[in-house]
């Protein structure tokens, strides 16, 4: 029973730290890395606390090494999942009953357990299993995981506070409930910040979860779970299972006590899932909600007034970074044809600069793409443009799978503005790039908003105001994130909330009160204090 109303420790993003060359914090992950990298993690799935292990396992390899094992993890049977909903759904009552406090408390520790000793850990298994250079792993899996339990605790009180007007003689107030049954969170492999949050956000606000990591994140999905269980999270709160995942969402998606899925993933995917979802839905004792950020075309474009040094470094950094493995990744670009040149040369001096190799090596800005999938559906876009009289490979097109999935990042100019890999997602280190006219200006801005079925991360490069407000008036629904003379990458939680809308998603911002509002069903409590005896209204006489 509270007994004070509290306020929770101000929000604040966590420093990001550099990892120079000597320091200490790089001596520390490299030196996790190495012992994770000679190891053979065992990795359960939790069920009710508990690591279930079914016998039947998949290896782990590192993107970069793929013939290296580093560990496994259990695949689970339909029984299993039935057990992890069982499990959440008898957690419930108590989770559901325990004071907000004690939830905020819980992810509040997690958060300084992230930033102190789990922080090396955390880090190096994204790098090993994920292959994320340092710095990327960084601003992922431990900053921006710190910063979601932080300031969603914050928002959790700013929420609470949002009371209703109560009149004389009345007290209206609400309650903020979690929802009836168990929410399912489906997570990616490209970021460990967003595998984290998808089940926490949920849990934080009382709910109950079935979280399925993607094969490829569980590594680092092993070391959230340790994190959870240390900071006191309890048994059954959070399930968590690994395998066929038509398997698992087909049973999940089948019981009546489904009440939420919070997805992050395919447009393909997702869509398929809310069909499911839809076709289930006089089974259901709710109505499920439904939480997605999915698949993305990025944008930058640039207007003549832009500064094509600047333009060039959000190419660079936009696309490449990870791999061009974030859903907000720059993927094509409009570029005027009075700058495309200077853009070029810079674009091509900067590129050239790239190494690409294994994370361990802090000098490789570039590393691999998550399997051999990714790998072959990337290399056949290029190889394709390659051969292509509408299309020419103007910088990298070269791959090579011998030893990790490595694809050099890659600059197609398009001939047209409907070519392949200006409308197709490939989730790779490759961009696309059209020169339109000068005067044309106002029709490029029509292509970039209608070229593909997108809607999540775009940029605009202009130092004329006039511009700059006609091409965000333009693009107004072609991008949930937009971005004005910056990349369309590197969302900070508690300063640019991410989501995106048309076939990108249900735009529910991460990171923000409006995702978790989604995680509650609200109670209006009307409490009158003398109240009425006789029937009849004054009207009456």
């Keep these: 029973m509270a007994r004070g109303f509290f306020n929770v420790p101000i929000a604040v993003n966590e420093p990001v730290k550099d990892y120079k060359p000597g320091s200490p914090e790089l001596k520390e992950v490299l030196a996790t890395y190495k012992e994770m990298y000679k190891g053979s993690a065992d990795i359960p799935m939790y069920i009710n606390g508990k690591e279930v292990r079914t016998g039947n396992t998949r290896n782990i390899t590192p993107p970069h090494d793929h013939k290296h094992v580093v560990g496994h993890y259990h695949v689970a049977e339909k029984k299993h999942v039935d057990e992890a909903i069982s499990t959440a759904l008898a957690a419930r009552e108590a989770w559901s009953s325990v004071s907000w406090m004690e939830r905020a408390s819980i992810f509040l520790k997690a958060a300084e357990l992230l930033a102190g000793p789990y922080r090396a850990k955390m880090n190096a298994a994204t790098m090993l299993a994920q292959s994320k250079n340092v710095f990327q792993a960084e601003i992922d899996a431990a900053c921006e995981m710190i910063d979601f339990f932080r300031f969603n605790v914050q928002y959790m009180t700013d929420i609470f506070k949002d009371q209703p007007a109560s009149a004389p003689g009345i007290w209206n107030r609400v309650e903020y409930r979690p929802l009836e049954g168990f929410v399912y969170a489906i997570s990616p492999f490209n970021f460990t910040s967003i595998a984290a949050n998808l089940p926490a956000a949920a849990a934080l606000m009382g709910n109950v979860v079935v979280w399925k990591p993607s094969d490829h994140q569980a590594y680092s999905a092993q070391v959230i779970v340790d994190l959870f269980k240390e900071a006191g999270l309890p048994d059954g709160v959070i399930n968590v299972v690994y395998g066929d995942p038509v398997m698992i969402s087909d049973t999940v998606l089948a019981s009546p006590d489904f009440s939420g899925l919070h997805f992050t993933g395919s447009t393909t995917v997702f869509k398929n899932l809310w069909q499911q979802i839809g076709n289930n839905i006089h089974n259901y004792k709710t109505y499920p909600r439904i939480v997605g950020e999915t698949g993305g075309k990025d944008f930058i474009w640039a207007h003549t007034s832009a500064f094509p040094l600047q333009v060039a470094t ?6 490449f970074e990870y791999q061009g493995q974030k859903c907000s990744a720059a993927s094509r670009a409009y570029i005027p044809a009075s700058m495309w040149a200077e853009v070029k040369k810079y674009l091509v001096a900067q590129t050239s600069e790239l190494k690409m190799g294994a994370p361990d090596d802090t000098k490789n ?17 290029i190889d394709a443009a390659k051969a292509d009289v509408n299309a020419e490979v103007i910088i990298g097109g070269n791959h090579d799978k011998s030893k990790g999935y490595f694809i050099e990042p890659t600059v197609i100019l398009a001939k047209t503005p409907t070519y392949e890999t200006m409308t197709t997602e490939l989730f790779g280190p490759v961009i696309t790039i059209y020169i339109y006219e000068d005067l044309e200006w106002e029709a490029s801005l029509k292509l970039v908003d209608e070229s593909t079925e997108y809607a999540l991360t775009g940029a605009i ?16 629904n072609a991008a949930g994130n937009f971005y004005i003379n910056d990349k369309p990458t590197g969302a900070v939680v508690g300063q640019q909330p991410f989501g995106g809308a048309r076939a990108s998603g249900t735009n529910d911002k991460a990171g923000s009160a409006q995702n978790l509002l989604r995680w509650t069903s609200v109670r209006l409590i009307k409490e009158t204090f003398v109240t009425p005896q006789d029937y009849k209204y004054p009207f009456l006489g």
């Design 314 to 319: 959000a190419i660079t950094r936009g696309a």
């Design 365 to 381: 800005f570039v590393n691999a793409v998550i399997h051999e999938g990714s790998f072959d559906k990337i290399a056949k876009y």
């Design 461 to 476: 490069f202009s130092t004329d105001r006039y511009i700059v407000e006609k091409a965000s008036k333009a693009l107004e």
